[in-house]
């Protein structure tokens, strides 16, 4: 047998290219903190520590909000599939973006998630080195590079070594963003949070595109964690309640920055006196982020490539983006949560406007799925279009906007190449 092949035998086998069996599906709360800890990292309160830099409270706790309950309903929707299929995002992708479609979406998302990946290794190794300066392992560089490689261990095992983790860490990550908002307004009292206003002002629609630019590649990946879902309600409810967590770690980054008027989230929570034990938390939180982010990857690789071993395809992607995380990438965070959030949405509409509003969701049962044709232009040209008009006009919303047009050309468009055929 060939050594890079492995088989429901293998004790961490988690179905990387077929269906999951019902009997191995897992409960809502399960679904829950492995979603949880998808969401939240240290990532997610810089998050809210930007919002902090331009808007003022009433508006960027509007954008986090909303933001939070756009992400709530697409991973509801794009979950609901993978809950009722069992399968992952890129090969679901198969139905409407085609066989060999499909690995062009796959690729697309799994370099995303592996940039989210090398993202969080950098703010992992910037805060280890706040954390503990001076010393030689606990520099930024070191740091990161020992963090990737912990970080990647539990996306190696699979979707077990994960549960164990977001166990410990999601009911902590509440507590902590919780305990950072109290601190924050605490320490400095409500009023002059509210009263902070930035230089150069935002409006709520580019504050809502941050948040969402915020786990967006995550909304459209729910599937690679809700085809262990018994149901797609217990999909939802466990969306529902990662998303809280979600919208109470921006909040937290967003008034502890204020607060403190630190762009700094690590520097804020310092001054609050937060201590190591706060700062151990939001590390354990990049962990269980970053070992779904290459755990994703793993999935869209493998849908390129059926029965690879994914333990090695996710150390081989680990070791090359923790490299790529030296280079200091990150600091274009907001830019690439902007980008993120215009141009990855529109995956997640074409495949609930192609199994929900055009029914097709016989189309989407595994056997069937060796059926469609190589290419499906619609959904390609519909995905472009909307992302780039969105993103040329930047009228509201751009990941709104952009959500909006790719339904309205998919559905459309659909609709005429129907009618056209019959």
């Keep these: 047998m060939d050594q890079n092949v492995y088989t429901p035998e293998d004790k961490y086998y988690d179905y990387p290219d077929r269906p999951v069996p019902h009997d191995k599906r897992k409960s809502p709360i399960n679904i829950a903190v492995v979603t949880t800890g998808m969401a939240v990292a240290m990532s997610t309160l810089y998050t809210g520590s930007a919002l902090a830099e331009v808007m003022n409270f009433k508006e960027g706790t509007i954008a986090i909000v909303v933001g939070s309950v756009i992400l709530a309903i697409l991973a509801s929707l794009t979950g609901g599939i993978g809950a009722n299929q069992g399968i992952s995002t890129s090969m679901l992708s198969r139905v409407p973006f085609g066989r060999k479609g499909s690995n062009i979406v796959g690729l697309v998302l799994g370099i995303s998630m592996l940039g989210w990946f090398s993202y969080q290794c950098g703010y992992f190794g910037e805060t280890i080195a706040l954390m503990l300066p001076g010393h030689f392992l606990t520099s930024p560089v070191v740091a990161t590079i020992w963090g990737g490689l912990l970080m990647m261990s539990t996306a190696i095992v699979g979707y077990k070594g994960m549960t164990y983790l977001s166990m410990v860490a999601a009911p ?34 580019t504050g809502i595109t941050i948040v969402v630019g915020g786990w967006i590649t995550g909304a459209v990946l729910q599937p690679d964690i809700s085809r262990y879902a018994r149901s797609k309600m217990d999909n939802s409810v466990g969306v529902i309640v990662a998303m809280f967590v979600f919208a109470a770690a921006n909040w937290g980054g967003f008034v502890v920055a204020k607060a403190t008027n630190s762009a700094n989230i690590m520097e804020g929570l310092s001054i609050l006196g937060m201590g190591v034990l706060g700062l151990l938390i939001v590390v354990l939180g990049q962990w269980t982020s970053n070992d779904n982010n290459l755990y994703s990857a793993a999935l869209a690789i493998i849908n390129i490539k059926p029965g690879i071993n994914k333990h090695i395809v996710s150390a081989v992607c680990g070791v090359i983006f923790t490299a790529l995380a030296v280079t200091g990438i990150q600091n274009h965070f907001v830019g690439f949560l902007s980008a993120l959030g215009t141009f990855l949405p529109p995956i997640g509409a074409v495949l609930a406007v192609d199994y929900y509003l055009l029914k097709k969701k016989h189309q989407y049962d595994f056997e069937n799925m060796d059926q469609t044709t190589s290419y499906k232009p619609l959904a390609f040209v519909s995905v472009v279009l909307g992302g780039g008009i969105a993103y040329i006009s930047k009228f509201g919303s751009t990941t709104i906007t952009a959500i909006i047009l790719t339904v309205v050309l998919y559905y459309g468009l659909s609709k005429l190449t129907e009618k056209k055929n019959a």
């Design 172 to 205: 902590l990550l509440l507590g902590l963003c919780l305990y950072c908002a109290i601190m924050a307004i605490s320490t400095t009292g409500l009023s002059p949070i509210i009263a902070h206003m930035p230089d150069n002002p935002a409006t709520i629609g």
